[in-house]
């Protein structure tokens, strides 16, 4: 990461950081309830995560991909506290390859975060000589089915 990225992301070394994730979440419909923003701050505020960038963005039915703004989401849900948590780090090339995961006539939600809570573990790895050289995410789906075979040993998979 440059000196330039580490400026956008808040500051500090790239040493000092945990591991930095991303999520897309998709809202079908356009359709946007506000129950997890509360739970999203709550992380931020207990340090457990920071927020390098929170970008909202709406597929058209013709499959074009485009930012909006959170003052344009509507008023169903207070979204303020969010303002400005960008760091730069995403660009419209991200924004597309978002999109690709959803369905025309849907938003989504694009959270770029720190996990702080892991960060003194990455100093110490990193310290001790250590690099991460791959990481990954199961899908809670995988895991339900897996589980359901395991239940179900007449299941063939």
């Known amino acids: 990461m440059s000196s330039e990225v580490e400026e956008r992301a808040g500051g500090g070394s790239i040493e000092d ?3 930095v994730d ?3 979440i998709e809202f079908p419909g356009n359709r946007m309830t506000g129950e997890g923003f509360p739970l999203l701050v709550d992380l931020v505020d207990r340090g457990v995560i920071r927020i390098l960038d929170l970008v909202f963005v709406r597929k058209d039915v ?3 991909v485009v930012a909006v703004e959170l003052r344009d989401l509507g008023d169903e849900v207070d979204l303020s506290v969010f303002e400005g948590a960008s760091s730069g780090l995403l660009d419209q090339g991200d924004i597309d390859d978002a999109g ?5 006539g849907n938003s989504a939600g694009i959270i770029v975060y720190e996990n702080t809570w892991a960060a003194p573990f990455a100093r110490a790895m ?5 690099q991460l050289v791959a990481a990954g995410r199961i899908p809670v789906q995988s895991l339900l ?3 359901d075979a395991m239940e179900d040993p007449t299941d063939g998979r």
Request: hydrophobic content about 45%; cysteine-free; aromatic content about 4%.
């Open 22 to 24: 991303y999520l897309v």
């Open 100 to 104: 690709v995961a959803l369905e025309p």
């Open 145 to 147: 089915a897996t589980l």
């Open 62 to 64: 013709d499959g074009s």
């Open 17 to 19: 950081m945990g591991p």
């Open 126 to 130: 990193r310290r001790a000589g250590a």
